[in-house]
C-alpha cells in the first residue's frame, strides 16, 4: 500500500552572513518529523577565489547527532575529541554529539583560497533519551566510503549512507534505526521503495521534479506523508537528488534550545551549565 502524501512544505530563506541557506526543519509550518529535528540546505552558490568559507566556527553541541551531506565544496572538520578530516563531495559527516562536544565546520584552506561550487545539506537527528548523553563520536566518509545501490536499470542510484536499503547495509549503523539515503534519479526513471509500516519518512527533494505515490514535488520541498502504507513509488519527472530517511518515531518530549536537544529543561539548563564549566572538552585551534 502506497503512503499518502499528507502535506509539502517549502524551505524557508535563512542566509547565514554571505551563505545561502534555506531551512526545511523547523519552520513555521512544521516543528520536526519524530526523530528528525532539523535541516538547513546551504547553496548551491559559488564561492570566488580567496573567500572566507563556511562561516561555522567552535560551537556546542548535546544530546542528538548531526549527518552532514557534502554534494559540491568541502567541509573541515574539527572537535573537542580531537577529530579532524576535510570531506569533499560525494561524502558525508557522522557526528554523534551525545553528552557534549565542541566543533567547527569550516572550509578547508584550498576552497578558501581556490573558490568554486558549494551546496551542503545538514539533517539533525535526534538521540533516544536513553543514549542523549553517550561518548561522542565522529564519523567522515569520502565518497567511494558510501555503498551505491543501483535501481532501475543503472537509472537510479542510491547512496546508502545508514541502515539497510535494497538488502545493502549502510556506511554507518547508528545507534537508533536512522535509514538514510540520498538518491540521483535520471529523468523518466522510477524505483519503489519498502518503508515499515509505523515509520516515519523523511521526504526533502534536493535538486529536479519528483513524483510519489502520485504527487508532485520539487526542489526545496519537504514532503509530509500520514502513518498508513509500507510503499513510496518515486518517479523523476527531470533529473533530481532527494534526501531520503525513514525510523521509528521515539515518541518522547523533545525541549530543544540553542545547540542543544534534551528531554526536559532541566536537561537543558544542566547542559549550559557542563558547557561553561569546561565539561565539553578542551578547543585547541
Known amino acids: 500500500m502506497l503512503r499518502p502524501v499528507t502535506r509539502q512544505h517549502r524551505a524557508?530563506?535563512?542566509?547565514?552572513?554571505?551563505?545561502?541557506?534555506?531551512?526545511?526543519?523547523?519552520?513555521?509550518a512544521i516543528d520536526h518529523i519524530d526523530p528528525f529535528l532539523f535541516l538547513?540546505?546551504?547553496?548551491?552558490?559559488?564561492?570566488?577565489?580567496?573567500n572566507r568559507g563556511l562561516p561555522f566556527g567552535p560551537h556546542p553541541h548535546r544530546g542528538f547527532e548531526t549527518v552532514t551531506f557534502?554534494?559540491?565544496?568541502?567541509?573541515?572538520?574539527?572537535?573537542?575529541?580531537?577529530?579532524?578530516?576535510v570531506i569533499e563531495a560525494g561524502g558525508i559527516q557522522w557526528m554523534t554529539a551525545g553528552s557534549g562536544l565542541i566543533h567547527s565546520e569550516i572550509s578547508s584552506d584550498q576552497f578558501k583560497q581556490r573558490g568554486g561550487d558549494l551546496e551542503i545539506l545538514q539533517l539533525w537527528v535526534n538521540l533516544p533519551a536513553k543514549h542523549k548523553m553517550v561518548q561522542p563520536k565522529y564519523i567522515g566518509l569520502q565518497k567511494p566510503d558510501i555503498p551505491e545501490v543501483k535501481l532501475d536499470e543503472g537509472r537510479v542510484t542510491l547512496h546508502a549512507v545508514s541502515g539497510e536499503w535494497a538488502g545493502t547495509p549502510g556506511a554507518v549503523q547508528p545507534l537508533a534505526p536512522i535509514h538514510l539515503a540520498t538518491v540521483e534519479f535520471q529523468a523518466g526513471s522510477q524505483v519503489t521503495l519498502p518503508v515499515p509500516t509505523g515509520n516515519t519518512v523523511f521526504f526533502y527533494t534536493i535538486r529536479g521534479k519528483l513524483r510519489v505515490n502520485g504527487q508532485e514535488t520539487e526542489a526545496r520541498y519537504l514532503t509530509e506523508f500520514g502513518p498508513e502504507g509500507d510503499e513510496l513509488h518515486i518517479e523523476a519527472l527531470t533529473d533530481a537528488v532527494l534526501l531520503l530517511g525513514h525510523a521509528q518515531p521515539f515518541n518522547e518530549p523533545i525541549v530543544a534550545?540553542?545547540?542543544?536537544?534534551?528531554?526536559?529543561?532541566?536537561?537543558?539548563?544542566q547542559a549550559y551549565q557542563d558547557y561553561q564549566a569546561g565539561k565539553f572538552g578542551t578547543w585547541h585551534e
Open 257 to 269: 534550545y540553542g545547540p542543544f536537544v534534551m528531554n526536559t529543561e532541566a536537561e537543558i539548563k
Open 12 to 28: 524557508v530563506s535563512a542566509p547565514i552572513a554571505d551563505l545561502v541557506t534555506y531551512r526545511a526543519l523547523p519552520t513555521q
Open 40 to 50: 538547513n540546505h546551504h547553496g548551491p552558490q559559488v564561492y570566488r577565489p580567496n
Open 70 to 85: 557534502i554534494l559540491a565544496g568541502d567541509i573541515m572538520h574539527q572537535d573537542s575529541g580531537g577529530h579532524q578530516s
